[in-house]
């Protein structure tokens, strides 16, 4: 088979980040080759510049996670940019530029083939699934029980635990050699599912009770802004979860949640969808992406603005 990545050996500096706010997939695809490349060179570098969720914290290695600073890092002769969109998703530092080639590896549909390189399949129920045919097959490095956990971590995130329908027999073969190398489902289901602060699961209750129904049923809205998180003292990323809920109650189409970030102004958007609208379309309407049935977007405003201009553009689409 042509290799698309060029040849690595012990001093090839490699840079590997992915998308801001991490989520199970960018987080198990980062970890997972960057523990495979640094059997191949002794110059990778993994970067998170967003705190790690404490749920993640279960992921072999982590500790090797290390923040990007412009000054502290010379160029790279190759720079992987796991799950992200588009070129800025990761953040406004100067990566890109300092690296001779930048290699593309996502799944999302809004992607823009920004890379040097580009391993997009929109097809892929996730990144891990695509790194994982990296790894095995465009590197030929063997895989091992550390890096099949952070695999496994990302393809069942992002599947919803293989109930969406980009989970394919692939993904399940995919996984079921993953199982081979010893992931422990249990520890993983513990860290990523039953071990919720009381404080996030009262939030989660009164969120949902504050909840908005519109559209006859078919549209559920959540608001939060920073007082409502600090009144029950959680972090937003410990309710990752929540829109989930409001997704699937019965009759509702799309679920939206709108959240005052910590940034002054910046407003961020989590959308999702059961089976007849396309929320990427949503999402790109207020300059984020993503895939049909789960988006996102960044903007600047109040929550009130945020959401009066989210009614006018779902009154057009529902
Ligand atoms: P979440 O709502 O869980 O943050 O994200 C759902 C999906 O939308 C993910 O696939 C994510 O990559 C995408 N997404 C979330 N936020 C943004 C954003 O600000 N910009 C873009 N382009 N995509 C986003
Ligand atoms: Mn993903």
Redesign the pocket.
């Known amino acids: 088979m042509n290799k698309l990545i060029p040849s690595i050996n012990s001093d090839t500096r490699i840079a590997i980040i992915a998308?801001?706010?991490p989520?199970g997939?960018?987080l198990g695809s980062i970890m997972a080759l960057g523990l495979a490349l640094m059997k191949r060179s002794n110059q990778v570098n993994i970067f998170l510049n967003d705190e790690l969720p404490g749920r993640y914290s279960f992921l072999p290695e982590v500790h090797l996670l290390k923040k990007y600073q412009s000054n502290e890092f010379d160029d790279f002769d190759l720079c992987f940019v796991l799950?992200?969109?588009?070129d800025r998703?990761f953040g406004d530092i100067d990566l890109l530029v300092k690296s001779k080639e930048v290699i593309n590896i996502d799944h999302?549909v809004?992607n823009n083939g920004f890379g040097d390189i580009n391993f997009v399949r929109t097809d892929a129920s996730s990144t891990c699934e695509i790194v994982y045919s990296i790894i095995t097959e465009e590197l030929e490095i063997q895989l091992d029980e550390k890096i099949a956990t952070c695999l496994y971590t990302g393809i069942v995130t992002?599947t919803g635990n293989f109930r969406y329908e980009s989970t394919t027999s692939y993904t399940h073969k995919v996984v079921a050699e993953l199982l081979d190398f010893g992931v422990n489902i249990q520890e993983i289901t513990f860290n990523l599912y039953q071990n919720n602060s009381l404080n996030s699961t009262k939030f989660l209750g009164h969120v949902l009770n504050q909840m908005e129904i519109y559209f006859n049923g078919k549209v559920a809205i959540i608001t939060i802004d920073q007082d409502l998180l600090k009144e029950f003292d959680v972090k937003y990323e410990e309710v990752?979860g929540i829109?989930n809920y409001a997704r699937d109650i019965e009759g509702v189409e799309v679920a939206v949640?709108i959240k005052e970030a910590t940034t002054d102004g910046e407003i961020?958007?989590?959308?999702?969808s059961k089976k007849n609208y396309d929320v990427?379309e949503l999402?790109k309407g207020?300059?984020?992406?993503?895939?049909k049935r789960?988006?996102?977007?960044?903007?600047k405003g109040t929550l009130t603005d945020v959401k009066e201009s989210l009614l006018n553009k779902l009154e057009k689409m529902i």
Request: proline fraction near 0%.
């Open positions: 998308h801001v706010n989520d997939d960018s799950d992200c969109g588009d998703r999302h809004s992002d990752e829109i949640i961020k958007i989590s959308f999702r990427n999402a207020f300059g984020g992406g993503g895939h789960a988006s996102g977007a960044t903007t």
